[in-house]
């Protein structure tokens, strides 16, 4: 049976991930792989509820991180390992990367508490413990600030995030950065500042490398 494929996408609010998470499905389907697109936070009926609330409701860090964290379990449970378990690939619009981003970095979170979270809330019966369930590769859209605030402006309604000044989406970039710089084997650092058939050859050309896409 084919292994179970956990990808997760992430980059500050305008840096251009959803067509890309859609051409990949396309093309991993085009291969004859099942695929299971979804997105945190949300990706169940409990976790989008979770979802509208973190996304709109004015709250303390640690609720917010909490929140993320609450819909990331039932997630986990509920659609991620049973994909994995089944041998799909799991495209996931960001993941606890985005914890640490916008929460941690951003919002200036304790990133040890974060960590703790982490610990707990990924801890599942199919891997083996000292390991947490983490993507098996993360695609991180890369933008700097400026351009992707100018990208977002006048799109649509933001929400809390899309909201934040740019010195934010600096924090949460650099956020991304420190997550990258720790664990540089799960990252595929793109760059966002190009036309979007550049970028989406980035992508291809990252996931060819490790063995991904045929
Ligand atoms: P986003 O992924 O940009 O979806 P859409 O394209 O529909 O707006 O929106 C999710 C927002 O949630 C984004 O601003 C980042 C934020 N977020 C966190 O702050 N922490 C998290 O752990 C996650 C998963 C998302």
């Not at 200036?108 to 369930?133: C, H, K, N, S, Y």
């Not at 100018?150 to 809390?160: E, F, M, T, Y």
Request: proline content about 6%; hydrophobic content about 45%.
């Amino acid at each position: 049976m084919t292994r179970g494929l956990f990808i997760s996408f992430e980059g500050i609010d305008g840096a251009g991930k959803s067509t890309h998470i859609d051409a990949l499905a396309a093309a991993l389907r085009a291969r004859g792989r099942s695929v299971v697109l979804t997105r945190e936070p949300g990706g169940t009926p409990l976790a989008e509820k979770l979802r509208a609330l973190a996304l709109n409701d004015p709250m303390d860090p640690l609720t917010e991180a909490l929140l993320m964290f609450a819909a990331r379990r039932d997630h986990l449970l509920q659609v991620i390992e049973p994909a994995l378990a089944r041998g799909d690939a799991v495209l996931c619009d960001r993941f606890t990367d985005a914890t640490f981003a916008y929460q941690g970095a951003g919002r200036g979170f304790d990133l040890q508490v974060l960590a703790g979270l982490e610990r707990w809330v990924q801890t599942v019966p199919a891997v083996d413990a000292p390991g947490i369930r983490q993507p098996d590769l993360t695609v991180w859209f890369d933008l700097a600030p400026a351009v992707a605030a100018q990208r977002l402006a006048g799109a649509r309604v933001p929400d809390k995030f899309e909201s934040q000044p740019q010195a934010f989406f600096a924090r949460v970039a650099a956020g991304y950065g420190a997550r990258a710089a720790a664990d540089p084997g799960r990252f595929l650092r793109v760059d966002a500042d190009q036309p979007r058939e550049a970028v989406w050859r980035d992508v291809e050309a990252g996931l060819k490398q490790r063995g991904l896409l045929a």
